[in-house]
Nanobody, 121 residues
């Protein structure tokens, strides 16, 4: 059974940092790209960033370029989202999701349950 479990969310002040983790199991992690999506209150879910099996990064939204980075640890079947210089508009539930391919297609096969990130003073 495929499982994706996000952690690391919380309340942070503007300008602060958080690192989200996505621990996975139940599928061959090394063979699939992993996406991060987010959904702010009252808004549609949007793609944020993705990492391929070759560690190539794809940004789905320009607003996080230069602030967010993604990495993966194949030995731990885990993907990390490092978020720096956080802004109130980054407030959302963040979800990790498997891509059906080894590259970042933007499609999703399985979702995690999400972790709340709140940026506020």
């Amino acid at each position: 059974q495929v499982r994706l479990v996000e952690s690391g969310g919380g309340l942070v002040q503007p300008g602060g940092s958080l690192r989200l983790s996505c621990a996975t199991s139940g599928f061959p992690f090394n063979y699939y790209a992993i996406n991060w999506f987010r959904q702010a209150p009252g808004q549609d879910r949007e793609g944020v960033i993705c990492i391929s099996t070759n560690d190539d990064t794809t940004y789905y939204t320009d607003s996080v370029k230069g602030r967010f980075t993604i990495s993966r640890d194949n030995a731990k079947n885990t993907v990390y989202l490092q978020m720096n210089s956080l802004k109130p508009e980054d407030t959302a539930i963040y979800y990790c999701a498997t891509d059906p391919y080894f590259y970042c297609s933007g499609s999703v096969h399985d979702w995690g349950q999400g972790t709340q990130v709140t940026v506020s003073s």
